[in-house]
């Protein structure tokens, strides 16, 4: 996937994001359903984050917070219905690799449920 810098837009006071963010999201999004198959969303389950390595093509200051937040949003409504199930994130990493830029995601279902 494609790698943009995380910036969001404003405009009349309301806080936009970036066109790239939305792109990412629905790619990441698209990627995800395409792996999915035809499985439900979940709606009650936890999910556990194993592994986010994010490979990026350059050098450029970027926060894996942003990174990662971007990443659930497009996995919101695709593999479970809110990103708050995701209740874990184990390992996050950014490195480069101006060849390849990629995400690298695992993700599992935890055995416990929202009460």
């Known amino acids: 996937m494609a790698w ?31 792996a999915r198959g035809a499985a439900p969303v979940d709606k009650v389950g936890e999910w ?19 990174l990662e937040k971007n990443l659930l949003d497009g996995l919101t409504g695709v593999i479970f219905k809110d990103d708050a199930q995701v209740v874990h994130i184990c390992d996050k990493f950014k490195k480069y690799d101006k060849q390849n830029p990629r995400t690298v995601v695992e993700l599992r279902p935890t055995s416990g449920y929202m009460r």
């Not at 990412?24 to 999004?29: A, C, K």
């Not at 556990?48 to 942003?66: G, H, K, S, T």
């Open 4 to 34: 943009h810098r995380p910036e969001p837009s404003y405009r009349k006071g309301e806080r936009r994001k970036h066109p790239a963010d939305v792109e990412f999201q629905s790619r990441v999004g698209w990627l995800a359903a395409k």
């Open 48 to 66: 556990e984050l194993v592994r986010c390595e994010f490979y990026v093509p350059d050098r450029r200051r970027r926060d894996v917070d942003n």
